[in-house]
């Protein structure tokens, strides 16, 4: 079997397995999908707990859109034009939820906003989650001090563009995943990514979840404020599969059965060797490249190869977790280190770390091999090259491939 692995916009990675090693190559589900626009304007005229959008925008003197970053696929641009033909954008401000990630570059703002950011371009804000001005709400429940881009608290109507598919330890993206992390404080973020500490906190898991529970605490710490949320599924190839529009909380939980639609993918067996590919735009750098780890390890058995195929094309993407990652040449004191003290970042080493307890962790990419190999990694150059090091330590390895594994949740049937 002689596979083309994605490897950064437009390059690939070519490999050769064994048909009598073979298991597959494992994908989110195919499903059929209308016209985007079509998708888009049934479900904007068809909302969940509101009469209509115009009823929602009714009386709205500081409209603001919360709209997500170029390191998600949302096809934000695809929502806008739906959009225009039913309101004045210019009208509105529009505030992006980078979270903790940094500022977007010119091309990045051309991804996300299409023909309308030239227009809108005196409109947008970018949040900065250690410089904005935000407004303390509160705490939750486990203590985590809600601040959140005064922007967002202050006006009288949020519409939120989002997409949802399985997060590694949010349960899903969407929903109340735009306000916390997207346009909360970096005291706010860091204090909800602790919680990412506890076990509970895994990909589809909603009820449990202490990181899901306090995005929910904060917006519950804004509860009266008027939101219409516009939350699309994409399939594999990034095409709209369905949009859920309206109510913030209605719309994500009819997104979330969407999702498991397309992302919760039924395998065989588990495997020996898995290879789990983080494609473009999510291999921006190894930070983010970081979810095809976690959810590759669903899908390989104890004493395996994960080898987690990325360019990540911006380098680290923030080297706190890194330094953590390689404290120790051993994982377990790497995961007992990373209990005594929190910083943002480290939740992502632990859950690297708890993986490399258990399973040997190799990655191909553009990064410093030195680097890799600092951080309890094995580097190789080369697809080719980790394969053929995986035949010679076990021949007769059972190999997978999750060509989106930034985005596939395996299932062992």
Known sequence: MIMNVKYGKDGCQTVTVPDENFIGTF??????CRPADEVINESIDNPIGYRSLADFLEGGKDVVFIVNDATRPTPTAKVLDALHKR???????????TGAHRDMTPDEYDFVFGKHYKHLKDRIIAHDAKASECTYLGKSKNGTPMEVNRIAVEADRLVIITSVEPHYFAGYTGGRKSFLPGVASFKTIEANHKLAMNKEAQSLVLEGNPVHEDMMDALESVKGKEIFSIQMILDRHQNIYRVAAGDLNGAFAKAVEWANEVFSIPIPEKADAVISVAPYPMDVDLYQSQKAIDNGKWALKEGGKLIMVSKCREGVGGDTFLKQLSLSKDPARVLENLRTEYKLGYHKAAKMAEVAVWADLWVVSDLDPEIISKANM??????????????????????MVLAEGSVTIPRLE
């Open 27 to 32: 994908y989110p589900a195919d499903v059929k």
């Open 87 to 97: 309101m004045d954008l210019s009208k509105a401000r529009f505030l992006v939820a």
């Open 378 to 399: 094995t580097p190789f150059s080369s697809l080719k090259d980790a394969m053929d090091e995986v035949f010679r330590w076990k021949p007769d390895a059972r190999v």
